[in-house]
């Protein structure tokens, strides 16, 4: 289970009528690099699509520029 962001494995006993019981949290390091992985994943996932959205409206603007022609709100001598 993931505990407050940390992958970890129960191991003990609880008495399910009493709710009483002892155990201990320990380390799940095999989750833990897998949960990673992911993330990892997910992160270069969202990464490369906010590139490309980047390139594509970098690319628009770069046309919408050179098909606009003169613009009539500046004065000669602005850009």
């Known amino acids: 289970m ?3 962001g940390v992958c970890v494995i129960w191991r003990g006993s609880i008495d399910l009528q009493r709710l009483d019981g002892m155990g ?3 380390y799940d390091d095999e989750r833990a690099q897998h949960e990673d992985a992911l993330a990892q994943a997910a992160f270069e996932e969202t990464r490369r ?3 490309d959205f980047e390139d594509r409206d970098r690319s628009h603007r770069e046309d919408m520029e050179a098909t606009a022609g003169p613009k009539p709100w500046l004065q000669h001598g602005q850009h």
């Open 2 to 4: 993931i505990l407050n």
């Open 24 to 26: 201990c949290l320990e």
């Open 49 to 51: 699509r906010t590139r």
